[in-house]
């Protein structure tokens, strides 16, 4: 612990050198004063709290917010100081909410400790005092084994192993480790490279092996996944922002308030008959007290009267939202896909709404457009184009195979292509269990059905399962030998050393010794990595035949190899040791050594795999264009691929006009060339334009033109940025969501590569593919296939805008109505600060009698039904731009506020206020001496005027009844009447005062009473109705016009016989005679065109219902 704090303190920091040193079996040097290094232990934290820190912490994050932290001012002032409220009306409501945050802020942790505790007690097996002990979290295992280690597959084989790993301190790069492990060998000391392939993450699955032994380097929190934990989302919606702007603006209306208050005061005092009035003398500390302390408690009085102005409740409703509604997407059964068994995530809920705003949706291609299911076509070798007909290489232009269905005689040429691309890769072999799982050469001497290739590429595997279909089949690999069968003849391969596929490079190599001995590199990339160190073979046919291969859509890849000379070959070993075993710069080391290897090559041939486009991907582009947001497609495939299969997925048009930002070699002839592109689209109105624009050019156009580069564009329909790296899709990202016009941008992929863009974007989707689950831990949600993009913009982001935009529109509205009657009543009580409502209504009116109405709203609504959203997506555009909570919007609804405040308290002082005397503690008796309305009374008739019309008004904003919104509804305006019956009608031995009794019975026996809370209610909201009949018939906004057919269209078919041909005629008819009577009659509309393949969908929610039906067609 002692330890623990001084690493917080930084005096004792946990890594005091670049490196780290693990003695394999604890074995520490004998001499000398050793002092062994302290590692952390083997636990994954990934909460935020602990059972001793979760109340102060939680606290503290709770208090940073400016509403929370306002009213704990307010509670404390009010604790100070004589105020006209008790303090219980903060501090009750403020409890409240910070309890509410704080269970579900628990709960969420609770699940993330509870996710630890399943990891940190996975069982596994240690090695101590030679023997297996089973123990607990501890899950650290290698991928590859130096040969050295290799053998040690028994307990007594690990005790008699000698071994240090030296490696780098933790960091959170996935793909990157440098470390050597040295190890003693009869006396001698071989020293081994380490790199990522020799790590294996934490997590991790085994395959084709039962068990393996390794070494723990990294544990627990400096595991590197550990280090990879993303703490829940810094990001913002758009409306939070303007919740907050909100908030800053009802502050100021406060302070105004209590200003002009305290000022009132003071001039209506300056009278000396109302300044010590005959009812209240001042005491002569009272008298001399100083002005400015009376004035500032006079103010800080006012601020408490009036701060419930300020809805507290407002962040834990819009919390609890956020956090319930989430469910519903992880529910929502259309975004499920069978095949893979996944459903919809979620791993924030802070963004649901900003699903509603995208503008712009970034995507990767390969794996989010496409299956990532690699399938073989077509392949040049030689300068001779191929393709695959029944197994078998065939010329381009031949429909037949050889007539006697023999395999045709392969040259030198053709058998060292196949053998190239046979042998370089880092392809595994997975056997079935009853096979065994001895030697992977054991199925050599004959194919077993049971195999199946396993590789981190889907291109590797589909190249692999290509050659064993054309006679040259890769049958295992064991580490240091690496087997292929030629037309039957097996042939071993030594594997000496692997170069690894990196993006710069873009290639990837081995080197390997022929059964003859000699030494040879076979080398696969892109043509850009390939063909510039390329000195024989036919280059310019093979750079067309890729370029023919990119037109059609395949992805292509160009194969070499070079031949080592003894001595060359002793070089590239020496150097790529050295480099190897370097602890500082590996990476800059190995770069040059691997260009050094990779040169004079002589050229094979290329191959051309295609990758099929997902479901409906076309589809989904083309609505989420009605939507009005804008595709752009970033993938790292080469120009002609990229807009191949833009164009076959309807990213880009056949109509469209192709604009291109290609190879282009410096800033000045980026420049002119972005100069005529903004020429050309100014010039062309009307035409749709696309632009691609591949890596290169794209830097430059970033680093001295990023406005004009902008302003192309923003003037495209779509773009596509081929050639990209991953940073630099990011950057792309970045440059459009910092312009200055703000739009929300929304990115989604499905690979590591996407990692950076995903976490850039405002919002991040990550699809559960086939490139690992990197993506989906990044991202903010996570879904199967592209198409499902469609419902979560179309269907739930429309859904949760509308909600949260009137939830918090009507939280403002709400409270605006209940204070400013508070406001009003000082001018008739010489701005005494005298309450007008009882303090237990003033805490109970956000917590008790209108929380839930707006809540279950917000989590229910809808404006109409998810099928008429997906089928019109330009209802999107409805709600762009935050149009829901602009100013135009903020200030209708706080002007209506006003106005209804200003109708409460006017209209009950009006009727009720007339001919009356006040008497006694503040009971109003007319000349006859009957009992008619106090104070207390009048304010009580304010309040229940004021909770069923703030009620009712959010029911006439509901489209969507359920259950649940009649329930929340009338029972919370019953409710109020039930608990002020029982609040008023008992005397409460606790409270010092008993205002409120027998008020609220009194006011019921009234029927004048009665009359005014009717007209005041139906003066408040008859011309709101009036309002949106009238903007509905004359301004109908889209969503409003969708409403209105969605209904007709429910009218019209009023049987499961409408659903068939035949009744057709009959719903017909129906359909005009209504529309007559609705004085609508329109000809074109009152017909409809049914077809059998129609779907029927049962639960459609219209005016009337259809019968039950058993079938899902109609």
Known sequence: MIRWIRQQLGFDPPHQSDTRTVYIANKFPQHGHYIPQRFADNRIISSKYTIWNFVPKNLFEQFRRIANFYFL???????????????????????????????????????????????????????????????????????????????????????????????????????????????????????????????????????????????????????????????????????????????????????????????????????????????????????????????????LAFLVLYNFIIPISLYVTVELQKFLGSFFIGWDLDLYHEESDQKAQVNTSDLNEELGQVEYVFTDKTGTLTENEMQFRECSINGIKYQEINGK?????????????????????????????????????????????????????????QMEYYASSPDEKALVEATKRMGVMFTGSNGENMEIKTFGKAEKYKLLHVLEFDANRRRMSVILQTPSGEKVLFTKGAESAILPYAKSGEIEKTRVHVDEFALKGLRTLVVACRHFSVDEYKEVDRRLHEARTALQQREERLADVFNFIEKDLELLGATGVEDKLQDKVQETIEALRLAGIKVWVLTGDKHETAVSVSLSCGHFHRTMNILELVQQKSDN??????????????????????????????????????????????????????????????KVVRLLKTSPEKPITLAIGDGANDVSMIQEAHVGIGIMGKEGRQAVRNSDYAVARFKFLAKLLLVHGHFYYI????????????????????????????????TLYDSVYLTLYNI?????????????????????????????????????????????????????????????????????????????????????????????????????TVTLKLAL???????????????????????????????????????????????????????????????????????????????????????????????????????FSEGQNACSRLGRLVERMMGRCDPARATRSWSNSDTFFSNDRSILTLSPMEVSHC
Not at 167 to 192: H, K, N, S, W
Not at 400 to 429: M, W, Y
Not at 884 to 890: E, H, N, Q, R, V
């Open 73 to 299: 001012i307010i509670f404390l002032v009010q604790l100070m100081i004589d105020t006209p409220t008790s303090p219980i009306t903060s501090g009750l409501p403020l409890f409240f909410v910070i309890t509410v945050t704080a269970i579900k802020q628990g709960y969420e942790d609770w699940l993330r400790h509870k996710a630890d505790n399943e990891v940190n007690g996975a069982p596994v097996f240690v090695v101590r005092s030679g023997s297996l002990v089973q123990t607990r979290s501890k899950n650290i295992r290698t991928h590859f084994a130096v040969p050295e280690t290799a053998v040690s597959q028994t307990v007594s084989r690990l005790e008699s192993l000698q071994a240090v790993v030296e490696c780098q301190q933790p960091e959170a790069d996935l793909y990157r480790f440098v470390g050597r492990m040295t190890v003693t060998q009869q006396g001698e000391e071989i020293v081994r490279p380490l790199g990522p392939e020799n790590l294996l993450l934490r997590g991790a699955r085994l395959k084709n092996t039962k068990e393996i032994f390794g070494v723990a380097v990294y544990t627990g929190m400096e595991a590197k996944m550990a280090l990879n934990y993303k703490c829940k989302s810094q990001k913002r919606s758009a409306v939070e922002k303007s919740m907050n702007t909100f908030l800053i603006i009802y502050l100021g209306i406060l302070l105004f308030e209590a200003v002009l208050s305290t000022i009132l005061k003071y001039a209506w005092q300056a009278e000396n008959k109302w300044n010590e009035p005959f009812y209240n003398e001042k005491t002569d500390q009272e008298r001399n007290s100083s002005q400015i302390l009376k004035f500032i408690s006079d103010f």
């Open 393 to 449: 290489l065939v010329p381009e232009g031949m429909t037949e195979d050889t007539p006697d269905g023999s395999v045709p005689c392969l040259n030198r040429e053709h058998e060292l292509f196949l053998k190239a691309v046979s042998l370089c890769h880092t392809v595994q072999i997975s056997y079935d269990q009853t096979d065994g799982l001895g030697d992977p050469f054991s199925h050599a001497n004959g194919f077993s059905s």
């Open 669 to 730: 002839e980026c420049a002119e060339q972005l100069r005529r592109l903004a020429r050309r689209i100014k010039d062309d109105h009307v035409i749709q334009h696309g632009l691609v624009v591949d890596g290169a050019s794209l830097s430059l156009a970033l680093r001295e033109h990023e406005k004009l580069f902008m302003e192309v564009c923003k003037n495209c329909s779509a773009v596509l940025c081929c050639r990209m790296a991953p940073l630099q899709k990011a």
């Open 803 to 834: 909600r949260i935009a009137t939830l918090v529109q009507y939280f403002f509205y709400k409270n605006v109505c209940f204070i400013t009657p508070q406001f009003l009543y000082q001018f008739f009580c010489l701005f005494s600060q005298q």
């Open 848 to 948: 008790c009698f209108t929380s839930l109405p707006i809540l279950v709203y917000s989590l229910f609504e809808q404006l109409v039904h998810p099928h008429v959203l997906q089928s019109k997506p330009a209802l999107y555009r409805d709600i762009s731009k935050n149009s829901l909570l602009s100013f135009k919007t903020f200030l209708y609804w706080t002007l209506l506020g006003f106005c209804h405040a200003f109708i409460f308290f006017f209209g009950s002082y009006i009727l009720m206020g007339e001919d009356t005397t006040l008497m006694g503690n503040g009971q109003i008796l007319r000349a006859s001496r009957q009992l008619m309305f106090g104070n207390w009374t009048f304010g009580t008739l304010v309040f229940t005027v004021m909770v069923i």
């Open 957 to 1059: 904003e509901t489209h969507f009844w359920t259950w649940m919104n009649h329930f929340v509804t009338w029972g919370s305006i019953t409710f109020y009447f039930i608990f002020s019956l029982f609040y008023g009608g008992i005397i409460w031995p606790f409270l010092h005062t008993q205002d409120m009794y027998f008020v609220f019975v009194q006011l019921l026996s009234s029927g004048s009473a009665w009359f005014a809370i009717i007209i005041i209610i139906v003066t408040c909201l008859f011309p709101d109705v009036i309002k949106k009949v009238f903007y509905r018939h004359l301004q109908p906004t889209s969503t409003q016009k969708s409403q209105f057919i969605e209904a007709y269209q429910g009218i019209r078919c009023v049987d499961s016989m409408c659903c």
